[in-house]
Structure formats: C-alpha cells, structure tokens
C-alpha cells in the first residue's frame, strides 16, 4: 500500500507542474527590426471557439508581452496578430509492479497482488500565435505552445500568461 501511494504521489507530482513545450517558425528572409506596431486581426479571432473570458486572457496576455518588447498598438499597425487553439483528451495508463513474483525469482509477492494500474486522464491544449505582415497580408512568423490545461478559474490567468510569455519569447527569432 506504502508503494502505491507514494507511486500515485509522484505521478500527481509529474502531472502538476506546468511544462509547456514551445516551437516556433519563421520567414528566414523577413527583416523583424522593421516592426513596431501591432493590432489584433479581429476576422481571425472571432472563429475561434474558446469562451470569450479565455479570448480575453489570452489577447491581455499577448497584449502585455508585446507591450514590454517594445511593440504599441496601432491602428495602422505593422503587424496583425491572430490566434488559434486545439485541444484534446490524453490518456495515460501506468502500470507498477514491484517485488518477486513469477517470472522474476522464487513465489509470489503476498503485498503486490496483482500489482497497480493507475489512469491518469487530461486535457493537453495547443496555443498558436500567429504574427502577420499587415501591408503583404503574409505570415511570418508562428508560435506554438503545448501543455495541460485546467478547468480551475484560479489558475487560468496564470497559466495562459505562462503559455503567451513563453511562446512569445521566442519572438523576435534570433538569427543564427
């Protein structure tokens, strides 16, 4: 019992902290310097279907990011933003066993009957932030942000703003 309760606290500690894994893209041959105004692109964010107090975290969030980089808003802007999301079911089935047993030296194992089988079930969303030359109509370039998302309204900000700040960290690229 001592086993599997430690083993169910670790895999609850694994699951709780937040990692998001971030990706980027980008025109190579787009000179980012040149850009110092941005505006939401409106068409483009009202298909997305979050809750309209998810849209608004994240457009705060983008909002504030690009604010501290030095970016304003405009309404003739040099770049238009929009953002996407996806969203689906993960499912993770562990199974722990420890100790002798058949197959792995002499008798059994009286305290691991049967051994453990834990299920751990989560939602994994992806966050794409797109940044579109205002005057070419072209994307150049596009962040990624993937990680577990959660139904508690007290973590949501928290958590949207980690998701924005560490894809938008990668923004402007740097050139290698």
């Known amino acids: 019992m001592k086993?599997?309760?430690f083993f169910s606290f670790f895999v609850v500690l694994?699951?709780?902290c937040s990692a998001v894994k971030v990706y980027s893209d980008y025109d190579k041959k787009v000179d980012f310097t040149s850009y110092k105004t941005f505006a939401f692109y409106k068409a483009g964010i009202d298909?997305?279907?979050i809750s309209d107090l998810?849209?608004?975290r994240i457009l705060n969030s983008i909002d504030e990011v690009l604010t501290t980089k030095g970016?304003?808003?405009s309404e003739t802007p040099d770049l238009l933003i929009n953002f996407f999301t996806k969203e689906r079911e993960q499912v993770d089935?562990?199974?722990f066993n420890m100790g002798w047993g058949y197959g792995w030296g002499w008798g059994w194992d009286p305290w691991m009957w049967?051994?453990?089988t834990s299920v751990n079930?989560?939602?994994e969303g992806t966050l794409f932030i797109d940044l579109i030359d205002a005057k070419k109509k072209e994307l150049i370039w596009q962040g990624e942000g993937i990680g577990v998302l959660t139904k508690d309204t007290n973590k949501k900000d928290a958590l949207i703003k980690e998701f924005v700040t560490k894809i938008l960290a990668q923004y402007p690229p740097q050139k290698k």
Do not use: H, I, M
Request: aromatic share 8%; proline share 0%; net charge positive.
């Open 47 to 49: 298909k997305v279907e």
């Open 3 to 5: 086993k599997f309760v």
């Open 93 to 95: 089935v562990n199974q």
């Open 114 to 116: 049967g051994g453990n």
């Open 121 to 123: 079930r989560y939602v």
């Open 54 to 56: 998810d849209k608004r």
């Open 71 to 73: 970016l304003t808003k």
């Open 14 to 16: 694994l699951c709780s």
